[in-house]
């Protein structure tokens, strides 16, 4: 059984430029949250997806926006890129619909983006 | 707004010792408090997690303490070894999965043998 899984896992990019990255949920998840880790710092929440649309979103711009695939892949993108963008991104993905009880999360390994 | 806050930020103990973090949060709707390890190149891994209704959780060697009144949780690693060695956040939410978690800023834990 696959766990989450995140591509790229390294990425760099130059300032003002767009990127998109992606992650697959942990076989059975519905959910995909998406978090920002800077160096040093704990993972802040971006935002998360369930039924193909935002439910929640924590305090960032709308340069981060985000998709949900019926398969319930995921996208983050971030357009207009800033040095103080560069960080690891986590995905964790979670189970929220059907019967059983709510999971945990998981996370993915992340994506570490680099502005230049 | 919503805050956890986590001590002590590095934590250095002897192989075989305990080691104890800390945190705080501030919203008092929070009812689900888990704790990762993130171990260098990785994403964070859940240990240990518990429930507003639950005043302590052990699992082996660890532990997780919450006191609902006071808003404080800890992480108890009792006869720790080198591969504990790591950083460790703790967590705050409002549910389990589907609601946005507020981490801590986290605690490197050196584990010396």
């Known amino acids: 059984d696959a766990g989450v899984t995140q591509s790229p896992t390294h990425l760099i990019k130059t300032r003002g430029q767009q990127v998109t990255l992606r992650c697959s949920p942990k076989?059975?998840?519905?959910?995909v949250s998406w978090y920002q880790q800077a160096l040093g710092q704990g993972p802040q929440f971006i935002f998360q997806?369930?039924?193909?649309?935002?439910?929640q979103r924590g305090n960032f711009p709308d340069r981060f926006s985000g998709h949900q695939f019926p398969n319930y892949s995921s996208e983050l993108n971030v357009n207009a890129l800033l040095l103080g963008d560069s960080a690891l991104y986590l995905c964790?993905?979670?189970?929220?619909?059907?019967?059983?009880?709510?999971?945990?999360?998981?996370f993915g390994q992340g994506t570490r983006l680099t502005v230049v | 707004g919503e805050n956890v806050e986590q001590h002590p930020s590095t934590l250095s103990v002897q192989e075989g010792d305990s080691a104890v973090i800390k945190c705080t949060y501030s919203?008092?709707?929070?009812?689900?408090f888990p704790w990762y390890k993130q171990e260098l190149g990785k994403g964070p891994q859940l240990i240990i997690d518990?429930?507003?209704?639950?005043g302590e959780k052990k699992d082996q060697r660890i532990a997780v303490t919450l006191n609902k009144t006071a808003k404080h949780f800890s992480l108890h690693i009792t006869e720790t070894q080198p591969e504990d060695s790591a950083v460790y956040f703790c967590?705050?939410?409002?549910?389990?999965?589907?609601?946005?978690?507020?981490f801590g800023a986290g605690t490197r834990l050196f584990v010396k043998a």
């Open positions: 964790a993905s979670s189970l929220l619909g059907g019967a059983t009880m709510n999971t945990e999360a998981f």
């Open positions: 076989s059975g998840h519905d959910t």
């Open positions: 997806y369930y039924e193909e649309e935002e439910r």
């Open positions: 919203d008092s709707a929070s009812n689900y």
């Open positions: 518990i429930r507003s209704n639950v």
């Open positions: 967590a705050a939410s409002k549910g389990t999965g589907g609601f946005k978690t507020i």
